[in-house]
Every structure is written in C-alpha cells, then in structure tokens.
C-alpha cells in the first residue's frame, strides 16, 4: 500500500489531473479483479465442501438401502414360504379326514406372530440434519424422499394395519382354543373341534387372502427400491469421479 500512495503522490506532483484519474481508475479495476477472485475462490471452496458432503451421505444412503433391500429381501422370501405353508394347513383343515401332525405347530405360530419388515434410517435422518438440498441432482432427490416418505411408512402403518386387521379374528380363537408348548410352537386343544369351527377357517380365508396382496404389493414396491438402489450406485459412482 505505502508502494502504491507513493506513485499515487508523483502522479499529483508531476503530472496532470487527468494522469492521476487514470492510475486511480486501474487502482480501482485491480481490487475489484482482487475482490472477484477472492470471492470465486470462496465460491470453489463452499463448493467444494458441499460435494464432499454430498459423496459422503449418498455413500452412506447407498449402504444403508443396500442393507435394507437385503433385509426386505429375505423378508418377502419368508412371507412367500409362509404363505404356502399356511395354503396348506387350510387345505388340511377343511378335509375332515386329516390328523394332526406336529409340523402343524410351527405354521400355526407364523400365522400368530407375522415379522414385520423393520428398516434403517439413520442415513436419510442425517442427510435431512445436514440438509437435502445438498444433493444436487433432483431425481435422486426425489427418489430419496419417496422411499423414506412413502415406501418405508406403508409397511410401518398400512401394512401393520391391514394384517393386524385380519388377523385379530383368527388371534382371538387362537387364544382360547390353543396352547404354547414352545417358544415358536402353539398346538389347538382340539384339533377335530377345530376342523368343524367355520369361523377359523373363514378367517384363516380371509388372512391368507389379504397376505397374497400384501406379498404382491411387496414384490411390486421392492422392485422399486431395487431400482433406486442402482440409480443410487451409478450417482454416487459419478460424483466421486
């Protein structure tokens, strides 16, 4: 600075007005060239912390969905298995010639006590603490928002609902017509009584019903999530590169 008031001095002693004006007007343009590149540089480096964060929550959403998708996986494998067992007892039940046999137990207690699918958040809680708008591409944006928003809390909500719904009948005969004789076994007390009782085979009906579109709405939403789960690997690959 001292530099520069010393030229700025010789100029109004040795030369004229209009000299002085022109030094004091490129005086001007380089500090706000220098104030422009300060700030660009500013810009680039906000920026670049912001993709630095952005990388580091869609890896972690990328690991958290692949867990999830695992974990839903096995669950509608489960249900599909399930379900056929229980097609089968009902099948039993309505033929008055049957017997009971022990493997019974077992399908009896699935029915009493359906696993709900459970998945992991702490990856979109954090990303929603940190702020979303981060993620600069909008569709993986929205797809985010939609598997957290919509796809997970209808198997939280509706879909506890709706099998609670069907299975309240079925649970209230269970209760006073079986015992427990092991952890994840129930027998009937009865069990020529409880081929002839109309209103458990009704409603073992109906719950069977209501569990093939359950397990079809799955099938249908997990494909979904399989294809968030890609787009997801491809946007985090493309950013880190």
């Known amino acids: 600075m001292k530099f520069f008031r010393s030229i700025r001095r010789n100029y109004l002693i040795k030369f004229k007005n209009i000299q002085y004006f022109k030094y004091a007007i490129g ?3 380089l500090v706000v060239i220098g104030i422009l590149i300060a700030l ?3 810009n680039w480096d906000e920026n670049r912390k912001l993709r630095k964060k952005e990388v580091f929550h869609i890896r972690n959403l990328v690991k958290e969905i692949q867990d999830n998708n695992r974990t839903f996986r ?3 494998e489960t ?4 379900l056929i067992a229980e097609k089968k007892m009902l099948s039993i039940l309505k033929n008055r010639n049957s017997e009971y046999n022990d493997s019974m137990s077992y399908v009896f207690y699935t029915i009493l006590k359906p696993k709900p699918f459970e998945n992991e958040s702490a990856a979109y809680e954090s990303l929603k603490l940190d702020n979303a708008n981060m993620i600069k591409s909008d569709s993986i944006r929205k797809s985010i928002s939609i598997c957290y928003g919509v796809v997970y809390p209808y198997f939280h909500n509706e879909h506890s609902k709706k099998s609670k719904e069907f299975l309240e009948p079925i649970k209230n005969i269970m209760l006073r017509s079986f015992e427990r004789i092991e952890v994840n076994r129930i027998v009937p007390n009865n069990y020529e009584e409880l081929k002839k009782d109309k209103s458990f ?3 073992l009906s109906f ?3 209501e569990r093939q579109i359950l397990l079809y709405t799955k099938k249908s939403l997990y494909r979904y999530l399989e294809k968030y789960q890609l787009d997801l690997e491809n946007y985090l690959t493309e950013i880190e590169n």
């Open 79 to 82: 249900d599909s298995i399930n």
């Open 201 to 203: 085979t009704n409603a």
């Open 74 to 76: 096995n669950a509608i």
């Open 27 to 29: 005086e001007i343009i």
């Open 40 to 42: 660009q540089l500013n």
């Open 207 to 209: 719950y069977i019903l």
